[in-house]
C-alpha cells in the first residue's frame, strides 16, 4: 500500500507540474487580452487577414529547420567533444530530437534538456557527466548565438554615437571570449569543485570538458554554428509580420525580436504567454494590437509547437531508451 500511494503521488506531481504551466500561459494570455482590449473576435479578424501561404511556408521551414539543422548541431557536438561520442549516428540524434520534442511543449523549454542529457546516458551509454556538459554546451551556442543577434541588433537601434556601438562590441566580444576561450576560468572551477569532494570534481570536469577541452577552431566553428542556427525565429518573426503586411526595416526589427526569443525562455508552456507580453511591449507601434498578439502567437506555433509535435510518432521509442538501464 505505501508504494502503491507513493507511486500515485509521484503520477499526480509529474501531472501537475505541466498543468501549472499551461494554465500560467492562459492566465497570462487572458490578461493580455483585457489590457489591451483585443476581443477574441478581432484576434480572429486579424489572423483571417493574413497571408496563409507565407505562414505555411513559414511553418514548414522552421520545422525543418529545428529537426534537421538542430540535430546536425547536437551530433556534432557530440561526435566532436564528448569522450566515445565518435561512436554515435546521426541517426539515432535525430530521432532523440524528434522523439523529445513533444515533451517540450509541456514542459519549460529548458527542462527538455534534463531529458536529452537521460537519454545520452541511459539510451546511448554515454556518460551523464559528460552528456550534461555536451547538452549544456549546445544550448550555450544557441544563448551565444542570440546574443550576438541582440547586441548587433542594439547597435543599428535608433540613432546611438559610435562609442556606444563600440562598447557593445567590446561587451559582446568579452562574452565570447569568457564562454568560448577562458580556459583558466574552466580549470579554476573544476578544482574548486575537488576540493568539495571527488564527486564534484568528476561532475564539473565532464559538464566543462567541452569548453576546457576543445581546440580553438572548433570552438570558432561552432560559435559560428550557433550564430547562424538562431537565425531560425528571427526570420520566422519577420516573415510572420509580413504575412499581416508589415515589413520591418532590420534596423528597428532585429534587437526586439531577440528580446522576445529570450522572454520564450519564462517558465511556462512552451513559452506561450510571455513570449506574446514581449511582442506587445518591445514592437509596441509597430502595428495595432491585434496583429501583435497574432504574430506573437503565430511564432510560439511555428517556432516551437508545430515543430515539436513533429516528433510524436518517435515518443514510444524515445521513452524505451530513458527507461534503459544505464550501460545496457
Known amino acids: ?9 509521484t503520477g499526480a506531481r509529474r501531472f501537475i507540474k505541466p498543468a501549472s504551466l499551461a494554465l500560467v500561459s492562459a492566465a497570462i494570455l487572458i490578461l493580455l487580452l483585457s489590457m489591451t482590449g483585443v476581443s477574441p473576435g478581432r484576434l480572429g479578424r486579424a489572423l483571417s487577414g493574413a497571408n496563409a501561404w507565407i505562414i ?9 529547420w529545428h529537426v534537421f539543422v538542430g540535430a546536425d548541431k547536437l551530433y556534432r557536438v557530440l561526435t566532436n567533444l564528448v569522450p566515445g561520442g565518435r ?8 530521432r532523440m530530437r524528434l522523439g523529445s520534442g513533444p515533451f517540450r511543449v509541456l514542459l519549460p523549454v529548458d527542462a527538455g534538456d534534463v531529458l536529452s542529457v537521460l537519454y545520452l546516458w541511459r539510451g546511448c551509454g554515454a556518460a551523464p557527466e559528460a552528456a550534461s ?28 554615437p559610435e562609442s556606444s556601438r563600440a562598447a557593445l562590441g567590446l561587451l559582446l566580444a568579452g ?9 583558466p576560468v574552466h580549470s579554476l572551477l573544476i578544482r574548486w569543485a575537488g576540493r568539495i569532494s571527488d564527486k564534484a570534481w568528476r561532475i564539473a570536469s565532464g559538464v566543462l570538458a567541452p569548453f576546457s577541452q576543445a581546440g580553438l577552431l572548433h570552438k570558432l566553428l561552432f560559435a559560428a554554428y550557433g550564430i547562424v542556427f538562431q537565425l531560425r525565429p528571427l526570420i520566422v518573426c519577420y516573415f510572420l509580420f509580413g504575412a499581416f503586411g508589415v515589413w520591418l526595416p532590420v534596423s528597428s526589427f532585429l534587437a526586439p525580436a531577440c528580446l522576445c526569443v529570450l522572454a520564450g525562455h519564462v517558465p511556462s508552456a512552451a513559452g506561450i504567454g510571455p513570449r506574446e507580453a ?3 511591449l518591445f514592437f509596441a507601434g509597430a502595428a495595432p494590437d491585434p496583429v501583435l498578439l497574432s504574430v506573437g502567437l503565430l511564432q510560439s506555433l511555428t517556432v516551437h509547437v508545430i515543430p515539436m ?5 518517435w515518443v514510444l521509442w524515445y521513452l524505451s531508451g530513458l527507461r534503459c538501464k544505464p550501460g545496457a
Not at 1 to 9: G, N
Not at 87 to 94: C, E, P, Q, S, Y
Not at 175 to 183: M, S, V
Open 309 to 313: 509535435l513533429c516528433g510524436a510518432p
Open 175 to 183: 562574452l565570447y571570449c569568457l564562454f568560448l576561450f577562458a580556459r
Open 1 to 9: 500500500m505505501p508504494e502503491t500511494r507513493e507511486k500515485a503521488q
Open 278 to 280: 514581449a511582442f506587445l
Open 56 to 64: 505555411v511556408c513559414v511553418a514548414l521551414f522552421s520545422a525543418a
Open 87 to 94: 561512436d554515435l549516428r546521426f541517426g539515432a540524434v535525430l
Open 133 to 160: 556538459g555536451a547538452v549544456i554546451f549546445d544550448r550555450g551556442l544557441n544563448l551565444i548565438g542570440t546574443g550576438f543577434w541582440l547586441m548587433l541588433g542594439l547597435g543599428l537601434w535608433g540613432n546611438r
